[in-house]
């Protein structure tokens, strides 16, 4: 079993900068593919971006469109966390994000955190 655990959400201002960070412990972290979704109040989650497993130092990442370019997934496998650096932050990216993880690329997650909140004020 994977636990996951988010710190860092807040309040900023739009165009200001928050960074996410999610511990994960119960399996080697390396071994996982890592994500972030969000989810908006009266909305459906929502994919965010993601990175894949693996040793190092080169990784594949994807995101949303609505998120690229302003966000940033990395890993630091030494310290089994996976950081979300959000930039150029807009209003209607508040929501509670999710850390997310899962066996393999292709496979949906299955380990989910309890969230943590971020909202931007206009």
């Known amino acids: 079993q994977v636990q996951l655990v988010e710190s860092g959400g807040g309040l900023v201002e739009a165009g200001g900068s928050l960074t996410l960070s999610c511990a994960a412990s119960?399996?080697?972290?390396?071994?996982?593919?890592m994500g972030w979704f969000r989810q908006a109040p009266g909305k459906a989650r929502e994919f965010v971006a993601a990175?894949?497993?693996?040793?190092?130092?080169?990784?594949?990442?994807d995101y949303s469109d609505s998120v690229k370019g302003r966000y940033t997934i990395s890993r630091d496998n030494a310290k089994n966390t996976v950081t979300l650096l959000m930039n150029r932050l807009k209003p209607e990216d508040t929501a509670v994000y999710y850390c997310?993880?899962?066996?393999?690329?292709?496979?949906?997650?299955?380990?989910w955190g309890q969230g943590t909140q971020v909202t931007v004020s206009s």
């Open positions: 997310a993880a899962s066996s393999r690329w292709s496979e949906p997650f299955h380990y």
């Open positions: 990175i894949t497993r693996g040793g190092g130092p080169t990784y594949y990442s």
């Open positions: 119960g399996r080697t972290f390396s071994s996982l593919v």
